[in-house]
């Protein structure tokens, strides 16, 4: 989806006119998933509704364009992925459950790709999972979906200068590992 048309689908999900939430969440949902099992493995579905939910409530007050709701999403999510961490006292799950083929995908995802592209992108992510959580956020929403560095900023509430050491080392690790 385009930034225009997540604009509209914004600009009428603010005024609870269909279809503008279903369309925010056919385009959002399955990068926010991914994101999601990065951080807290299994749990990213629960994580993500209650994401949703509280996206829901408090969409009338959220003031900015399409790229300025993807950084708050993305924020709101890691907010609820932290307090599943706390909550269940323990780390990210191991991230094997990564199925990126039982996800519902926007038409021009890349998981949606034949099976050499799945499996590709199954094996990124597992690669991304085994950083430690602050690699593994930053590279997802640097690398993975594009997100520039003050939007990085903005999400995981770091330093410019820490997001872009975090992305750098999570990207040469997996290459690392490969050689070994």
């Not at 579905?45 to 009338?60: F, G, H, P």
């Not at 790229?67 to 706390?86: C, I, K, P, Q």
């Amino acid at each position: 989806m385009s930034d225009d048309d997540l604009d509209w689908a914004l600009d009428a999900a603010r005024r609870g006119t269909s279809p503008g939430w279903p369309l925010c969440g056919a385009a959002l949902n399955p990068p926010l998933l991914r994101y999601l099992r990065v951080v807290v493995g299994q749990s990213a579905e629960d994580v993500a509704s209650e994401s949703w939910l509280q996206a829901a409530r408090e969409i009338r007050r959220f003031r900015g364009d399409a790229a300025g709701f993807r950084v708050w999403l993305f924020r709101v999510a890691r907010h609820r992925a932290l307090d599943e961490l706390r909550r269940g006292g323990r780390r990210r799950e191991d991230p094997a459950g990564l199925d990126v083929e039982t996800e519902r995908t926007a038409k021009d995802d890349p998981a949606r790709r034949g099976p050499f592209e799945r499996m590709a992108t199954e094996r990124a992510l597992r690669l991304i999972a085994a950083l430690p959580a602050h690699q593994a956020e930053a590279v997802m929403l640097r690398a993975v979906f594009g997100l520039d560095v003050s939007q990085t900023v903005a999400v995981l509430g770091k330093r410019p200068g820490a997001v872009r050491i975090a992305t750098m080392r999570g990207l040469r690790r997996p290459r690392r590992r490969d050689r070994g």
